[in-house]
C-alpha cells in the first residue's frame, strides 16, 4: 500500500510564502515521476509543476519565476515553495506520483489535497 501525504496549506497573505510537502510511503520501489496539480473552486485542475525521472522540472507560466518544487529522494518527498503568492494561487494542491511498486509495475497515486488560502 502506497500513500502520498500533502501537507503546509494554509492561509497567507498577498506577496507572503508557503512551503508544501507530499512525502511518499509504503512498499516504494523507486520513484518516476512526481508533479503537483492545483484545483481552484469552479475550475479545472491544472499542473503547476512536473518533476521528471531525468531530474527535469517544469512549471506552468502562472507560477515560473515564483515557484519552485525540490525533491529529496532519500527521503521520498517533493516540496512545493511557493513565493509572492497571489489571490488567483487559492485553490486546492495535490501532489501526484508515478511509483514503481514491483519489479515490471508503475502505478499511479494522488495525495489527498491541501488548500491554499490568499488573501488580497
Not at 502506497?2 to 512525502?23: F, P
Not at 506552468?60 to 532519500?74: I, M, Q
Amino acid at each position: 500500500q502506497v500513500q502520498l501525504v500533502e501537507s503546509g496549506g494554509g492561509l497567507v497573505q498577498a506577496g507572503g510564502s508557503l512551503r508544501l510537502s507530499c512525502a511518499a510511503s509504503g512498499t516504494i520501489f523507486s520513484i518516476r515521476d512526481m508533479s503537483w496539480y492545483r484545483q481552484a473552486p469552479g475550475k479545472q485542475r491544472e499542473l503547476v509543476a512536473a518533476l521528471t525521472g531525468g531530474g527535469s522540472t517544469n512549471y506552468a507560466d502562472s507560477v515560473k519565476g515564483r515557484f519552485t518544487s525540490p525533491r529529496d529522494n532519500a527521503k521520498n518527498t517533493v516540496y512545493l515553495q511557493m513565493t509572492s503568492l497571489k489571490p488567483e494561487d487559492t485553490a486546492d494542491y495535490y501532489c501526484n506520483a508515478v511509483i514503481r511498486v514491483r519489479i515490471s509495475e508503475f502505478r499511479n497515486y494522488w495525495g489527498q489535497g491541501t488548500q491554499v488560502n490568499v488573501s488580497s
